[in-house]
Each structure stands twice: as structure tokens, then as C-alpha cells.
């Protein structure tokens, strides 16, 4: 464990962070679910993001949750909880673009385009994105980091997780073949009392 400041750290990845049962339950859900093109500041254009989500049921998030905490919290050494009201999204990148260069802070252009669009509005702390296929199932497709630069494509039921911050500006590499599934939720950090 580090004295570093808990948005300092990262990216955490954890290998088999997701029991199996609940990945296959996930990409069942996705697949008998609607898909709709997801967009980026608010705006759906393929050139800039090619992917589709779905969003969780909240019985199935909570499963996540149960997953996800007990790797995040003592990383980053904070206590973290899901953003109340917000949706847990998986999402699905197939041939194309994959996602340009971003941050995960939430903007005020966004926000008000996502009054009109019907956009899901994702904010909070800490990103986690857990991979619920493996890099044998699609081809490029690395979740990218600027600073340091780094490349990753983890095994399937990995969890990657990092500050949301601009700190931690990243990407999705175009995806040449197959289909690359995640699911997205994002953390709140509790205030220390």
C-alpha cells in the first residue's frame, strides 16, 4: 500500500475479478436486451466511437458491485460505493473506431446535450471497467492510457480501474475483428469522516 493520494494511483488491473456465472449473465442480459448506439460528449458519431450498450439491472449491478469493491477500496485505499442513480453499462465495440482519446470527467456539454438525446449521463470518481470478453474474442481493441503510455488487453473477467480524472486520459484502439464487451460502472470515494 501506497501514501500516495488515492486519485494518483493506478491503473489497478485484477485478473478473474469477476466470477464466471456472472459474466456469462451479463452477456446473456446484453444480447436479449436492445443495444443503442452510445455517443460521445453527448454526440453518437462512429467515426469518434463505434460501440453499443445496454444498461444493468440493478440486481445484476449489485453482483458487480459485490465483485468490484473488495479490489478498488484497498488499492486506492478509500471506501467506495456506486454513483446512487446512475446506471452500470455494458458495452460492445465491434469493427471500427473503437473510442478516441477522452477523460472520464463528466462536461457541461454533455450534460445538456444529454437533457435532449436520452444519452446516459456516467460520472463519479474511479472508472471500472471489467472485461467480459478476452482478447482472444476480437482483434486490436487495447484500452489505452497516455500517461505513462500503456496498452491493455486483459483476460476475460479482469478488472481495470483509475481515477476519473484527466489525469488519466485513455482510449479504446480500433477494434479489427470480433466483438469487444466491457461493462462500465463508475465509484464514488466516501469522504473521510
Keep these: 500500500m501506497t501514501s500516495a493520494p488515492w486519485n494518483t494511483l493506478g491503473p489497478l488491473t485484477v485478473d478473474n475479478a469477476l466470477p ?4 456469462e449473465q451479463l452477456l446473456r442480459h446484453f444480447e436479449h436486451s436492445t443495444q443503442l448506439p452510445r455517443s460521445y460528449q453527448g454526440v453518437v458519431d462512429e467515426k469518434l466511437r463505434k ?6 439491472p440493478e440486481y445484476l449491478a449489485n453482483l458487480v458491485t459485490a465483485a468490484v469493491t473488495p479490489h478498488v477500496d484497498p488499492f486506492f485505499g ?4 456506486p454513483v446512487p442513480g446512475q446506471p452500470t453499462l455494458i458495452y460492445r465495440y465491434g469493427p471500427g473506431a473503437g473510442f478516441v482519446t477522452h477523460h472520464d470527467e463528466v462536461t457541461e456539454i454533455e450534460l445538456e446535450r444529454a437533457a435532449t438525446n436520452g444519452q446516459p449521463v456516467i ?3 474511479l472508472t471500472t471497467v471489467l472485461f467480459l470478453s478476452g482478447p482472444d474474442e476480437y482483434g486490436g481493441g ?3 492510457f497516455e500517461e505513462p503510455p500503456r496498452d491493455l488487453r486483459p483476460a476475460k473477467r479482469a ?13 479504446v484502439r480500433p477494434i479489427t475483428a470480433g466483438a469487444r464487451y466491457t461493462l462500465l460502472a ?3 470515494v466516501k469522504a473521510p469522516a
Design 20 to 23: 464466471a456465472v456472472l459474466c
Design 51 to 56: 460501440c453499443e450498450y445496454v444498461e444493468v
Design 78 to 81: 478509500v471506501e467506495t460505493y
Design 123 to 125: 460520472g463519479g470518481d
Design 142 to 144: 487495447a484500452l489505452y
Design 159 to 171: 478488472l481495470v480501474a483509475f481515477p476519473a480524472t484527466r489525469d488519466f486520459m485513455h482510449g
Design 186 to 188: 463508475r465509484r464514488f
